[in-house]
Structures are given as C-alpha cells and as structure tokens.
C-alpha cells in the first residue's frame, strides 16, 4: 500500500497555513484536504461548510447509487435529487467499495493524504475496514477524524442507527414544539442533523488549530443526541434549575410575552416585545394605552402570568388589518417583527436578496440551479459555493491519477475489479 509519509503531509499544509502567499479568493481553509465518509444529512453538511471554506472535498460514495439522498424525491431536477443538491457543492465525487480489500487501502491512502476526515457510520462499522480512528490514526497521525453518530461511540443507545427525529424526540424537542393544546411536532427541517454538523465543522476547526501547533491530530465524536439535549438551552435550563417541566406553546414565548405569531387579514405576522419599554411602545403604537395603567401588565413577569388575556386582545387587533399594513406601522418603532413567510416570499425578500443568499450555478446534468448561499461573510477571505454538487463517480479519474498518482492502467485494473466504478 502506498503511504505517504505524515510528517509531509503535516509540514506541506501547515507551511500552506501559514504562508501570507495564500490567496484570499481560495478561501480560509485552501490547502486542507477532507475525505468525507458520510451521507445522508449531519455529516454531508459538515464537509460542505468547510468546502465553501477553501477545503478539497473527496466524497467517497458506495456502489449501487451512493449517498442515499441522491434518491430522496420528488422532487428531482433533470433526475438529480433536490435534497441531495442542498448539501453538496464544493465537493468531489468518488465511488469506492470498501468491502474489498482493494477498495479499503485505497481509502486509508486517501487517508493518508488528507487532514480531516469525517465520517458518520455506526460505532466500530469501519474498523473491520481498517478505517478507524486507531488503525488510521497509527499511519496518518496528523489525521483529524470526526465521527458522527446517532447517540455517542459508547453506551447504552451505541449501536442504533441515527435519525434526525429520533433523537429530536428522545432529547425533548418534539414535545415543545406545535400548538399549545395539540400533539408534538416536527420542526420543517432536520434542525437536530444540522446542529450536529455545525458542531463537527466548529470542532474540526478547532481541531486543525490544535495540530497547527502540536503536529498531531485527534479524534472529534459528535452524536445528534448530545447535539438536542445542549440545543434546549433556557427550556433545560430552566427544568434542571427550578424543577419546571416543559409544554409547547405554539409560536409563542414561555418566558417573554407578547412574543409569537399573530393571524392577521392576509397571513401571519410575529412580533417580540422583549422589555417594558418595548411594550409600552406596542401599546402605543396600537392605541391600547390603557394597557400601560393596568397593574395586569406593568412587567413582564405580570403579562406571562396574564398572557390569555393580553394576548386575546392583541389576536382580535392584528386580525383587523393586513401584514403590509402592520410592516408600514412598526417600521421605524424598535419593535421587532416580520412575517410568516412562504419559500416564495423568502427568496424574493429584499434582505436575503441583498444578503447575496442565492447562488445560481450550472450543474453538468442537472443545468441550472439554484442553492441557498453559505450564511457568513469573511471581511479578507471567501466563503462561497464554487463548484455544483457532483455527479455520482465524477471525479473518480482525477482523484486517483491527480491525487494517489495511480497510472491509467492500474485505475483500468480497479474498474475491472469492481473496486471502483
């Protein structure tokens, strides 16, 4: 098996990190290579928030399809998943079977090239490959090895396979969410998945900061549990600190009131009054000044013990007129509000056109798409989507002759063995 030796491999990127020759226009993390073992969702986010970062992203997919969101629709654009799309610029696709011999050394020497890999299979799946943390880490120990699971690399929960709404339900999510009086709910998108792969790609980061200055790498474990439970913030807080048990409230606020949603002439209109002086402006503006003499409401802590009857007023006013017309009244109070949006109304908002939010790029089977922008700004460096997500196997040939150097007829010889396709 062909090695390359780590210590190169450390000195080349690390010298890469430091030069003051790096181009901006490359991104913060160019030079860092990450080999991306996952699918699905948590992972397949991590490696593109870093790919949009500068860093080469080799994807490694298995035979029979690849990542199982390449096939998660409708609705499919020219037969390329939607879903699949969202999560996946920045990359470059090749299809390996690690179940053969051949396959799995491949990977350990892509391994050995690379400085982070992430990885989300269940617990001990990759050490029969010989591509876990201790057999990789004793021939690539620069190596930072991420892995993603459902519930931890150790426990009881250990071997399950994770899913987003599991692990939202077992961490308490589902029953805070939906209507106050009705059944638990699933947040619109897989919240638990994406926290858990902002977690990994934050300590990736500071992973590579580490080893920047001990020469070594380590190894990161993330789990979508752990990930809900520290996402309940106040809600656990205020459980595991005053004993109070959590409810769902619909759109609206435990602590603070009035915060939520209201019905208005035309859809649906949020607003968060946070501090008394906030109220005060809210009746104001809306002429119920009575509610200002009224020891009901004086604080906060009165109006969220008096919350049915303020809010009943307050649902009866805002259902008189439409959202345009509460936006106009509230635009120059220091009231926070906006509306309930739908998708149609958030990519035509006028701050996340001007937020450059959507990224228009050709994608070689696909054509044109369209995909949501990465969400921070870099005032001496980039962070942008440059390439569209692959096709399945695109850049098989490029990885193996541009990055192992394997000759033309040896990748010949892979293909008719079925190693790679």
Known sequence: MKLWNYQQVFHHQLRTLCSKSIETSQGPLSGIRVLDLTRILA?????????????????????????????????????????????????????????????????????????????????????????????????????????????????????????????????????????????????????????????????????????????????????????????????????????????????????IVPYQSFKTKDGFLTIGAGSDKQFKELCEILNVTQFLEDPKFQTNKDRVENRKELVSVLTKIFSSKTNDHWLKLFESSSIPCGPVNKMKDVFTDPQVIYNDMINNMNHPSAGHIKLAGPAVKYSESVNMARSPPPCLAQHTNEILSSVLQYKEDYIEHLRNCKVVF
Not at 82 to 98: G, H
Not at 200 to 225: E, F, P, V, W, Y
């Open 43 to 255: 992972g397949p986010y991590c490696t593109m928030l870093l790919g949009d970062l500068g860093a080469e992203i080799i994807k490694v997919e298995s035979p029979g399809g690849g990542d199982e969101t390449r096939k998660w629709g409708p609705p499919f654009v020219n037969g390329e998943s939607a879903y699949f799309l969202s999560i996946n610029r920045n990359k470059k696709s090749i299809v390996v079977d690690m179940k053969n011999s051949q396959g799995s050394n491949l990977i350990k020497e892509l391994a050995v090239k690379s400085d982070v890999l992430v990885e989300n299979y269940i617990p001990d799946k990759l050490k029969k490959f010989g591509l876990d943390f201790q057999s990789l880490h004793a021939v690539a120990p620069h190596l930072v090895y991420c892995s993603i699971t459902g519930y931890g690399s150790t426990g009881p929960y250990s071997s399950r396979p994770g899913y987003d709404v599991i692990a939202a339900s077992i961490g308490g999510l589902l029953n805070i969410t939906g209507p106050q009086s009705g059944d638990p709910c699933k947040v619109g998108v897989a919240v638990t998945d994406l926290a858990t792969g902002l977690y990994a790609h934050g300590a990736i980061m500071a992973a590579l900061l580490q080893r920047s200055k001990t020469g070594r790498g380590q190894k990161i474990d993330c789990n979508l549990l752990s990930t809900q439970v520290s996402l309940l913030a106040n809600i656990g807080s205020n459980y595991l600190n005053a004993g109070w048990e959590a409810k769902r409230w619909g759109t609206a606020h435990e602590s």
